[in-house]
C-alpha cells in the first residue's frame, strides 16, 4: 500500500488549500485515515481524522472551524480542506493510514501505512 500526498504550496494568511491523499495497491481493509503535520523545530501532531466506515471525524482544537477532512471512497482518496489558513500552520502535512481498527486515531503511533508529506507554507 502506498500514500501519495499533494497540495501544498505557499499560500498567504486567510486563503485556503485542499490537500488530497491517495491510496493505491493492495488495500483489502481500511479502518480510518488521518493527517498530521509537524513544523521546524516541533514534534509531529494530530489535524484530523476520518473513520472510514462511518465517516465520523475529529479534529485538533486548533483547527476546528476551519479545516475539513473528508474522503472519496470510489477515488480511495482522503481530503484535507484548509480554510483561513495562519502562519502556524505552515508545516509538512502528512497523511496515515490504518488498515484494522485502532483505539485511537489521534495516535500516530498506530497507523500502518504514511504518505511522503506535503510542504504547506503559509506567509503573513
Known amino acids: 500500500v502506498q500514500l501519495q500526498a499533494s497540495g501544498g504550496g505557499l499560500v498567504q494568511t486567510g486563503n485556503s488549500l485542499r490537500l488530497s491523499c491517495a491510496a493505491s495497491?493492495?488495500?483489502?481493509?481500511?479502518?480510518?485515515t488521518a493527517w498530521f503535520r509537524q513544523a521546524p523545530g516541533k514534534d509531529r501532531e494530530f489535524v484530523a481524522s476520518i473513520r472510514l466506515s462511518a465517516s465520523s471525524t475529529s479534529y485538533a482544537d486548533f483547527v476546528k472551524g476551519r479545516f475539513t477532512i473528508s474522503r472519496d471512497i470510489a477515488k480511495n482518496t482522503v481530503y484535507l480542506q484548509m480554510n483561513s489558513l495562519k502562519p502556524e500552520d505552515t508545516a509538512v502535512y502528512y497523511c496515515?493510514?490504518?488498515?484494522?481498527?485502532?483505539?485511537?486515531?489521534?495516535?500516530?503511533?498506530?497507523?500502518?501505512?504514511w504518505g511522503q508529506g506535503t510542504l504547506v507554507t503559509v506567509s503573513s
Open positions: 496515515a493510514l490504518a488498515v484494522r481498527y485502532i483505539p485511537s486515531l489521534t495516535e500516530g503511533s498506530r497507523y500502518d501505512y
Open positions: 495497491g493492495r488495500i483489502v481493509t481500511t479502518y480510518g
